[in-house]
Nanobody, 125 residues
Framework: QVQLVESGGGLVQAGGSLTLSCVVP????????VGWFCQAPGKEREFVAA????????YFQDSVKDRFTMSRNNAESTVNLQMNSLKPGDTAVYYC??????????????????WGQGIQVTVSS
């Protein structure tokens, strides 16, 4: 069992920034990919971004690719999602997820096995 732990959420004004962090036991290289997903009230959970276990591939949903960046810190076993120019429409619970070894990296928006508890991000107008 892999327990993912998210941190860094909170309340921010529109145009502001937040950085979400996900601790991955064993480090990002221990899994195929780490992804971020969000779920707004009354909506389905949707893909936001992902980084491969090797760090060589980073993928974004079109709506965030010009505003969000993703990075990993192997020493701290964390994957970070830097969210800039936040909009009220970004308000959601954000989840960190991991694809286990043996699964395919593609498609990057599906096939995640381990999930974090989720963390709230609220963007005020």
């Amino acid at each position: 069992q892999v327990q993912l732990v998210e941190s860094g959420g909170g309340l921010v004004q529109a145009g502001g920034s937040l950085t979400l962090s996900c601790v991955v036991p064993g480090g990002p290289r221990s899994i195929v990919a780490v992804g971020w997903f969000c779920q707004a009230p009354g909506k389905e959970r949707e893909f936001v971004a992902a980084i491969s276990g090797t760090g060589t591939g980073i993928y974004f949903q079109d709506s965030v690719k010009d505003r969000f960046t993703m990075s990993r810190n192997n020493a701290e076993s964390t994957v970070n999602l830097q969210m800039n120019s936040l909009k009220p429409g970004d308000t959601a619970v954000y989840y960190c997820a991991a694809k286990i070894i043996g699964s395919s990296l593609y498609p990057v928006h599906t096939g995640y096995y381990y999930w974090g508890q989720g963390i709230q991000v609220t963007v005020s107008s």
